[in-house]
Every structure is written in structure tokens, then in C-alpha cells.
């Protein structure tokens, strides 16, 4: 209830027709040469990804790599984040050798914090809708899926609640990435908690080797629907001159 009155927020279903959509051809990137290069070019256009890793893996950071890779090509980018402010998300970005400032001054990028505390799911859910559509938005971040599902009782209907968000992202062809939280820190055996990995198109693992005595950082795709992917696993480093995608990793070497 609001001073305008009572808003109703009928939980999203979408069926039937809802759920029959046009597969576009093109495809995006990040703008990473060496994971580009291993998506063969990039994801299909309005696919959802799951990028799932351990804490200080760099999930945000290669999300909001992928939303800035559109923005320079003049496409509207909306990121969601439910675990850092704006400000402090600017500032990582200029850490890595990102400017924001520009993309945000002429629309091109928007990001919104939002407290998962004072999370209403139906209510967000249409909010979400509201916002990608206004804004004409072709890609989107949530950041991450992990943070509100303790705000949410009932895990079916969170469960539901991601379906039925990505089920709308994808009629509207829109190439959307959730982030989510690996507790696992070296193993690949769990992608995520709840089987939410299920609602994806693609899967990205990001996670930690130790490797001579050091632990390196390593990811790979573990799937890209109708895309040859690389099925290689490659360290990569997070730098002041941003993400650099290294060679295969050789596993005679690692402790996994």
C-alpha cells in the first residue's frame, strides 16, 4: 500500500504462448580476447548466463566487463546488484582501467543497488520487467542471485521467481547474466545450490587452484547452448589493466 493506493503484484507464471519465442542469431561478448575466443565469438543474443564461483573469484567484475563491452558498442545496459553500492562498483571499475562515467552520463549503462533485506519478489519481479522494457535494455545483470535467497522463505517460490523472470528476459531477447555463489571454493563438483543452474543457456565456473605452491584463479564453460565452445580450463588474472584469459592450464601440475 502507497498513497496512491493498494498495488497488486500477482505472482509471474508465464505459459502458453508466453513461453514460444524466436531464437535471434547474433551473438555477445565480453570483450575479453581469450574468452571470446573460447565462447567462439561470444553467447547466442538473448540467452541467459550463470557465472558461479567462489568469493574474490571476480564474477561482478567479468559481469559488469560484459554489460561495459555493449555499452561501447551503443547498446542499453541495466546491472542489478544486490551486494555492493553504485559507488563502490564505479570504483572497482576504474580499479580494473574501466570507465563508467560515460556510459552512465548517456544512458547506456544504468545500475541499481538493491537491498536484498527489503526484498518483495513478486513486486521486484515486475519491477525488473518495468525496467528493461522503458529502458529498451539488451543486456542485464543480476548480481547475484545468491544474495536475496535467504531473504525468501519458500525456496520453491524463489525457485519459480528466477524462472519465470528469465523466461520473460528471453522473450524479449534480451542476453542476461546472474551471478551466483560458489561455496565450494576448489571444487566444480557444485554449481549452485537448489539445481538454479538448470534455468541457464550457458555456464561459466569460475574457482581456485593451488598450482606450485600458489593458487591460481581458473574457469571454464561448462556449457554454451548451440555454441562450439572451448572445453578447455584456463587460468586467468584480474589486473589494474582489467581480465586477462591465459593458457590452458596443465593438470599435472594442480592440486584440484
Known amino acids: 500500500m502507497n498513497p496512491a493506493g493498494i498495488e497488486v503484484y500477482p505472482r509471474i507464471k508465464p505459459k502458453g504462448e508466453e513461453l514460444q519465442y524466436k531464437v535471434k542469431p547474433g551473438k555477445k561478448g565480453f570483450g575479453i580476447t581469450g574468452l571470446d575466443e573460447m565462447l567462439n565469438g561470444g553467447f547466442r543474443e538473448g540467452t541467459i548466463t550463470l557465472i558461479s564461483g567462489g568469493t574474490g573469484t571476480g564474477k561482478t567484475a567479468l559481469a559488469l566487463k560484459f554489460l561495459l563491452d555493449g555499452a561501447e558498442k551503443c547498446e542499453n545496459e541495466l546491472f542489478l546488484s544486490f551486494e555492493e553500492p553504485v559507488s563502490q562498483l564505479i570504483d572497482n571499475a576504474r580499479q580494473l582501467g574501466w570507465e563508467t562515467d560515460k556510459y552512465l552520463a548517456d544512458g547506456r549503462l544504468d545500475i541499481k543497488f538493491i537491498s536484498p533485506i527489503e526484498l518483495d519478489v513478486d513486486k521486484h519481479a515486475f519491477e525488473i520487467l518495468d525496467m528493461v522494457s522503458s529502458k529498451k535494455i539488451d543486456r542485464l545483470v543480476i ?31 534480451i542476453t542476461a547474466i546472474f551471478t551466483a ?7 566444480p563438483a557444485s554449481v549452485t545450490k537448489n539445481q538454479i543452474s538448470l534455468l541457464a543457456d550457458n555456464i561459466i565456473i569460475l574457482r581456485y587452484v593451488e598450482k606450485n605452491s600458489s593458487i591460481k584463479k581458473v574457469l571454464g564453460i561448462l556449457k554454451a547452448r548451440g555454441t562450439n565452445h572451448d572445453r578447455d580450463i584456463r587460468e586467468y588474472e584480474i589486473t589494474p589493466g582489467g581480465i586477462n584469459v591465459l593458457g590452458k592450464l596443465d593438470k599435472a601440475n594442480m592440486f584440484i
Request: glycine share 0%.
Open 143 to 173: 548480481d547475484s542471485i545468491s544474495s536475496f535467497e535467504s531473504s525468501v522463505s519458500d525456496i520453491q517460490k524463489y525457485k519459480d521467481y528466477l524462472w519465470a523472470i528469465a523466461q520473460q528476459i528471453k522473450r524479449r531477447h
Open 181 to 187: 555463489l560458489n561455496e565450494d571454493l576448489f571444487s
